[in-house]
């Protein structure tokens, strides 16, 4: 029970998660219903995939905007690229999605240049490379199995969530256990101090930019699952804005240093419970965004409270 | 106190969701999914507030259902994102609504979610621009304008302005768009039935794009020069973007214009006598349309696949009858 206690102090979005369910459940029984849990868990596939690299980002100390038309245009990628067949449409449109992310890394790395002005610019340029791909039109998937593999079920579950999860739990296991991971926070809490200590900021920054990179593209290779289709407008425009929103919801810290992929996937759960709920009582999605708006800064006030409060006591 | 705050926000939170549900859901139509003697019309829309038609789409729609005994309407807007509106479709799969109404933010990529509801044995209806001709299986049928027949009215219109004898270019919107297709479609096929004397020298794409139909018509006025009759546009901001190069080389007025879809725009550019003809597309009717075909198959009733609302003729004799249209 104290541990329980310990965990909802460490992480309240999980508490205000377990809040808004029970309340829901009070009012709409049917909220429980599988189905629609399950609908919430495949919603939340392509937007977690986005923010596993996000966090890892943004405990280094940084960001990525670009994350969204990346998403998008690997998706595109993922369906043109399918008369080569599917596997190697999926690896290209990774391995585009992790060559943009080396690009941002290589400018905010090495070139020094300022995080927001290097992923503004690849998020608006990947944007007309989408269009130019497209040729602003959309693409559509012809590959049945392709398609049949993005609505399919594993034991009941999701597909596309279970695949997303296992990233999560090797991301999770990544921060805490290896060497790259320690030196992601050790850069985010305290550069000079990571510098001091022999630690390799540069590369580090780097891996993670592509790391961004390259979940972004996972995420459009299984949006272009769940669609069998691509239009030039996914991901714009502020997929990367919410993919952000949903990692500080969960209460990685914005400046870095501190945060996991629990509190990430907190955050992501309860913007999809929150918009499913919303959609129950039949709110008009105007109020949808203002209420989302409304729980972004309120979570991490509670959670500043909390943490200096924390510190105290330690 | 670390756990009364929580505690508080937890509880502010939810006093804020249940005021804003109550606030917001007066029309309870996710209450009434679970009710079997209500009918309840899913609808997603493409993007409300995107463009006045779009709006006083969803308004009418609104006001359309509340006027009606027994009948319930949940409203989503996918706000143009595909991915979203794909997820909005399944949310309302699993509320067992009794027709699902898609105004879709793309035609190819809704196909998954018609076949989904068809799947789940749930109606579904499209609304305004159509799917693409795979996910014809799995729906009802259309409820929107006849854009072909738009088409039909843009050649009815300039072969009396030309008394049967000219040559014409036909300036449509974004190739591999169904309205566009149509509507040019419906121009060239009876052209080519009915007026032998007309010859449709060029076809090109603005892409739904004013500055592009500018381009174009430069273009084409450089390419024919005095050659050219007449003009058909697929709608009325193509007409205003060709009207801006014709006004720029002075033949403003002497070439013929029709248009297949009369906005704000064009009727102001009708009353100065520079287009001749358009449709006049009404989104409270396409609205209403919508809704009553929703509503007769919620009740079980046969409808035809293709239910177009009237989208008619208006000219400089007759626009007094009809208000400048607010899009």
């Known amino acids: 029970m104290k541990r329980v206690l310990n965990f909802f102090r460490r992480q309240p979005i999980w508490a205000i998660l377990l809040g808004i369910i029970v309340v829901t459940s009070l009012f709409r029984p049917d909220f429980l219903a599988i189905g629609n849990l399950l609908n919430i868990l495949v919603q939340s596939a392509v937007n977690g995939m986005l923010a596993i690299g996000m966090t890892f980002l943004m405990i280094n100390g940084y960001f990525d905007l670009s994350v969204g038309t990346v998403m ?76 049949s593999f993005g609505a399919s079920r594993v034991l009941g579950i999701p597909t596309l969530f279970l695949i997303m999860l296992a990233f999560a739990l090797i991301g999770e296991f990544a921060l805490r256990r290896s060497a790259h991971g320690r030196r992601t926070y050790a850069i985010g809490g305290n550069v000079e101090a990571a510098e001091n200590a022999g630690i390799p900021v540069d590369r580090t920054v780097f891996l993670n930019f592509v790391l961004c990179g390259t979940t972004a593209a996972i995420g459009g290779v299984l949006l272009a699952a769940r669609l069998n289709a691509a239009t030039p407008g996914l991901g714009w425009p502020d997929t990367n804005l919410m993919t952000i929103a949903t990692v500080v919801l969960g209460g990685t810290s914005l400046t870095g240093g501190s945060g996991s992929i629990t509190r990430t996937l907190g955050g992501l759960f309860t913007l999809g419970v929150l918009y499913n709920v919303l959609n129950l009582f039949n709110v008009q999605s105007f109020y949808n965004l203002l209420l989302t708006g409304l729980v972004l800064i309120l979570v991490v006030y509670v959670d500043s409270h909390l943490k200096q409060r924390r510190v105290r006591f330690e | 106190m670390r756990k009364i705050i929580v505690l508080l926000t937890a509880g502010v939170l939810m006093v804020a969701l249940v005021g804003v549900a109550f606030a917001g859901g007066q029309q309870e139509g996710g209450e009434a999914a679970m009710d079997d003697d209500v009918i309840v019309i899913g609808h997603t829309a493409n993007n409300v507030g995107i463009d006045s038609y779009q709006t006083t789409h969803d308004r009418v729609w609104t006001e359309t259902v509340a006027a009606m005994d027994g009948v319930e309407t949940i409203q989503l807007d996918a706000g143009g994102d ?53 996910g014809f299986d799995y729906i009802e049928g259309f409820a929107g304008p006849d854009t072909y027949q738009q088409g039909v009215n843009g050649a009815i219109a300039m072969i009396e302005a030309l008394d ?57 006025l450089v390419r024919f020069g005095d050659e050219i009759d007449g003009v058909y546009v697929a709608d009325d901001n193509i007409g205003i973007g060709a009207l801006n190069a014709m006004r720029e080389a002075g033949v403003a007025g002497d070439i013929v214009m029709t248009s297949a879809c009369m906005f704000g725009e064009g009727y102001d550019a009708m009353a100065e006598g520079l287009i001749y003809s358009s449709n006049y597309q009404s989104p409270a009717e396409d609205a209403i349309n ?36 607010n899009f």
């Open chain 2, 164 to 220: 049967g004898e000219g040559q014409v270019v036909d300036l449509m919107g974004l190739p591999g768009y169904v309205t566009a297709i149509r509507r040019s479609g419906g121009f060239h096929d009876y052209i080519e039935e009915n007026a032998p004397g007309i010859e449709i020298i060029a076809t090109e794409p603005t892409d739904w794009n004013r500055a592009k139909a500018t381009e174009v018509m430069e273009n084409l």
């Open chain 2, 290 to 325: 919508a809704v009553e075909m929703a509503v007769s198959i919620a009740n079980g009733e046969e409808v035809p696949f293709w239910n177009f609302f009237e989208t008619p003729i208006v000219t400089q004799e007759n626009m007094d009858e009809y208000e400048r249209p």
């Open chain 2, 82 to 134: 595909v991915a979203l509106q794909l997820s909005q479709v399944e949310d309302l799969i699993q509320q067992q609504v009794d027709v699902i109404a898609i105004w879709p933010v793309n035609g190819d990529a809704l196909v998954p979610g018609a076949q989904r509801a068809y799947e789940a044995g749930i109606p579904v209806i499209i609304v305004n621009s159509l799917i693409a001709e795979e």
């Open chain 1, 72 to 147: 998008g245009f690997t998706a595109a990628l993922t369906i043109g690229l399918q008369p080569l067949s599917v596997p190697v449409a999926i690896v290209l449109a990774i391995g585009a999605g992790a060559a943009i992310g080396a690009i941002n890394g290589f400018f905010v790395a090495k070139a020094k240049i300022n995080a927001f002005v290097v992923t503004l610019g690849s998020f608006i340029g990947v944007r007309g490379l989408i269009y130019i791909y497209t040729g602003e039109d959309a693409l559509v998937g012809k590959v049945y199995e392709f398609f």
